[in-house]
């Protein structure tokens, strides 16, 4: 192979250009996750729980996700499954979904 002085030096500089300008490949949101929340409910706090304190405090820790757990042998939402009790601080509300609103959004029923 005969090289000469000037595709010596342009050969590695293309390769160079190549790998520094490359598009990044997408990396799905799952993978790019690094701290975690989470936080369990109880029957009373529909009732007294501050949503927006709560999501000022994990903003604040700079999560990338909450969990939330509102499973278990109470229902935080509307229920017609037998013997699914319903929270009796609930009344007629869906927590779940008034949690999960954007901080600063209408209270959802």
Not at 23 to 50: C, F, S, Y
Not at 60 to 68: E, F, N, T
Not at 77 to 101: E, I
Request: with cysteine.
């Amino acid at each position: 192979m005969n090289l000469n002085r000037r595709d010596f030096i342009a050969a590695p500089a293309a390769a160079l250009a190549t790998s520094l300008f490359a598009a990044e490949t997408a990396v799905p949101w799952q993978r790019k996750i690094r701290r975690v929340g989470q936080t369990n409910m109880t029957e009373h706090d529909p009732a007294a729980l501050d949503v927006e304190q709560w999501a000022d405090y994990w903003a604040s820790l700079k999560v990338d996700a909450v969990l939330i757990s509102v499973t278990g042998i109470l229902a935080f939402y509307q229920t017609k499954v037998p013997y699914h009790r319903k929270g009796k601080f609930l009344g007629s509300r869906v927590f779940s979904a008034s949690a999960a609103r954007p901080p600063g959004s209408a209270a959802c029923t």
